[in-house]
């Protein structure tokens, strides 16, 4: 298997602009993970679906972020408008129930906000 | 709500030795699990080591393993014949396990030098 796939792998925009990411979960796992990495707060969790339903969000930091699961294979994370203080890295990672609840994370997305 | 603190925000080792990494973790619950993942330069997550808490026995993999102290809320992670590759941070991370939701919380991570 490939592994969580990300996309893309780096993003540069300015203050105001829409963005998103993307994550392709490894094929049959039924739990997706975002979370987001700053030097100030380390790794936290912003929202995890499972079976593409939306079961906690609340780690999400305001409106301006919303996330999406439209199937088993496709997730996107979307900030808008975004700011300065948005610049992270993002990751993605998947699990399967069960399975020792071992988490595999994507490569990550780091967004610069300017 | 569970916390995990790693006291050591930076430790170096010399190759071939052996260091010892930290972390607690406060939480009510007695269903968890218990990791320690790798993040090298390249920040890829690696999962280095698991801990079931129902476990007395401690987890082992190759040169790593942990020393869990359930009572003291404890979970140090130790390396063995520490090589160059090594070099990374390393966060603890707690699970509870409760129905729906195998959600991770990390420590703030500490950054492991190994000098050649």
């Known amino acids: 298997d490939a592994g969580v796939i990300q996309s893309p792998r780096h993003e540069v925009t300015e203050m105001g602009q829409e963005v998103t990411l993307r994550c392709k979960p490894i094929s049959g796992h039924d739990y997706l993970f975002w979370y987001r990495q700053t030097m100030m707060r380390g790794l936290e969790l912003l929202i995890y679906?499972?079976?593409?339903?939306?079961?906690?969000d609340s780690g999400m930091p305001e409106d301006r972020f919303s996330a999406k699961m439209p199937n088993a294979s496709f997730s996107t994370l979307k900030i808008q408008p975004s700011e300065p203080r948005d610049s992270a890295v993002y990751f993605c990672?998947?699990?399967?129930?069960?399975?020792?609840?071992?988490?595999?994370f994507g490569p990550g997305t780091r967004l610069t906000v300017t | 709500a569970q916390t995990v603190t790693q006291s050591q925000p930076e430790m170096s080792v010399q190759e071939a030795e052996t260091v010892t990494l930290s972390c607690t973790y406060d939480t009510s619950e007695s269903n968890y699990y218990l990791f320690w993942y790798k993040q090298p330069p390249s920040r890829q997550m690696i999962l280095v080591i698991r801990q079931e808490a129902y476990k007395q026995q401690n987890a082992t993999e190759n040169r790593f393993s942990v020393n869990f102290q359930k009572a003291a809320k404890s979970f140090s992670l130790k390396i063995s014949d520490s090589q160059l590759g090594d070099t990374a941070m390393y966060f603890c991370a707690f699970m509870k396990l409760a129905g729906y939701g195998n959600k991770l919380v990390f420590g703030a991570g500490t950054i492991l030098r190994v000098k050649s």
């Open positions: 679906f499972n079976n593409n339903v939306p079961i906690d």
């Open positions: 990672a998947s699990s399967l129930q069960g399975y020792f609840y071992e988490q595999y």
